[in-house]
């Protein structure tokens, strides 16, 4: 059986555990069916997600050309802080910006083996906490803007960690916390203008990832340098692919990377 097509982030559906799915143009994978059987991996090209030529993917899943152009890709994706469309202001494209920052934002702590806060759109929960191997997560404000949203996340992670170690997530190494505690010990550095969409009663989501076995040391995949890869399947956390050998493949960062599986 063989698969084609160029790679974009994985697809879940919330379960115990998580369903995975590589979903290409025109059929879909469903990894979970995969788990304890050798898959291999042959890298063939690129796709730019975007303009969809076959141009040498920069970031992101687009190509260099793209990355600079596209709403998709501006600076305040990654720096909800820098996010101007609750002023009418223009970055790349106001009507994009507008519909995608001007709706609801949730920020949270997960919990992926050590703390962190973060910032998604409410329609991305619990997706956003799969993506980032969370195997628990809590919800902390409900913002009713992209620009309250970053500005919060900045306050809090003066006091707690931003960024997701993803040695330790797929290790598995959990150091379990209360993150109701750390929800309330957090509130009083909430900006005043965003205070008043703080949740004191939101409760913890326990998320359950379809892992056979943990790698207790990690190989990644590079594509470009190591072109064929093959491997048994013992694992899926956050949007990493878990081998037999230790090695771990990121669907995400390949994003746009022209692949053939075949089983």
Same mark, same amino acid.
């Given at each position: 059986?063989? $698969?084609?097509?160029?790679?974009?982030?994985?697809r879940t559906e919330?379960?115990?555990?998580i369903q995975y799915y590589l979903? $290409?143009?025109?059929?879909?994978? +469903?990894?979970?069916?995969?788990?304890? #059987?050798?898959?291999?991996?042959?890298f063939l090209g690129y796709e730019c997600m975007n303009c969809k030529k076959e141009k040498k993917i920069y970031r992101q899943g687009y190509c260099y050309d793209c990355?600079?152009?596209i709403p998709q890709a501006a600076d305040w994706i990654i720096h909800p802080e820098k996010s101007k469309? +609750?002023?009418?202001?223009?970055?790349?494209?106001?009507?994009?910006?507008?519909?995608?920052? @001007?709706?609801?934002?949730?920020?949270? @702590?997960a919990n992926s083996g050590n703390v962190k806060v973060g910032v998604t759109r409410k329609t991305q929960i619990p997706t956003r906490w799969i993506d980032q191997g969370a195997h628990k997560a809590l919800e902390i404000a409900e913002l009713p803007n992209r620009y309250l949203a970053g500005i919060t996340e900045v306050?809090?992670?003066?006091?707690?960690?931003?960024?997701?170690?993803?040695?330790?997530? @797929?290790?598995?190494?959990?150091?379990?916390?209360?993150?109701s505690a750390w929800r309330d010990r957090l509130k009083q550095y909430i900006p005043q203008e965003a205070l008043p969409y703080?949740?004191? +009663?939101?409760?913890?989501?326990? *998320?359950?990832?379809?892992? *056979?076995q943990y790698p207790s040391k990690l190989k990644t995949l590079n594509l470009v340098k190591t072109p064929a890869y093959s491997g048994t399947l013992?694992?899926? #956390?956050?949007?990493? @692919?878990?081998?037999?050998?230790?090695?771990?493949?990121?669907v995400r960062s390949n994003e746009g990377f022209v692949v053939s599986i075949t089983m």
């Open positions: 059986m063989q $698969f084609q097509g160029a790679l974009t982030k994985m919330i379960g115990s555990p979903v $290409f143009e025109n059929d879909f994978l +469903h990894i979970n069916q995969l788990l304890d #059987k050798k898959i291999n991996i042959c990355f600079f152009e469309a +609750h002023l009418g202001i223009e970055d790349r494209n106001l009507a994009y910006e507008k519909a995608v920052q @001007l709706t609801p934002h949730i920020v949270y @702590l306050a809090l992670k003066n006091y707690v960690g931003d960024k997701t170690n993803w040695r330790t997530m @797929l290790k598995n190494e959990i150091q379990e916390q209360d993150l703080f949740k004191d +009663h939101s409760k913890e989501t326990t *998320l359950e990832f379809p892992v *056979l013992r694992g899926v #956390k956050g949007q990493y @692919l878990i081998f037999e050998d230790n090695t771990v493949f990121n």
